[in-house]
């Protein structure tokens, strides 16, 4: 879990840690989008009773924050939009 220095972290089931311990652009280049991003300095109290349901919590860096943030971002981008074609 994060420390009071940490600002940034990374949570992670068994498939996008493995693809994260490879590398960010391993876990980046798939489609695997179960992992979350969280900003400590401007989370909630359920942004981190969320974190705790996390398999895996790992301190980041802010750039990778913001690499895995936009990752996830297009990710769903895509899904959503997938949706919006199968209901029109």
Do not use: P
């Not at 989008?33 to 009773?49: A, P």
């Amino acid at each position: 879990m994060a420390t009071e220095e940490s600002r940034y972290v990374f949570c992670a089931g068994e498939e996008a840690i493995g693809l994260f311990r490879r590398s960010v652009d391993a876990l980046t280049g798939s489609t695997c989008s179960e992992y979350m991003v969280y900003d400590l300095r401007s989370t909630n109290q359920g942004d981190r009773d969320d974190m705790q349901q996390w398999e895996v919590n790992l301190e980041i860096e802010e750039a990778t924050y913001r690499t895995l943030h936009l990752d996830l971002c297009k990710k769903h981008r895509t899904e959503i939009r997938k949706r919006r074609r199968i209901v029109s």
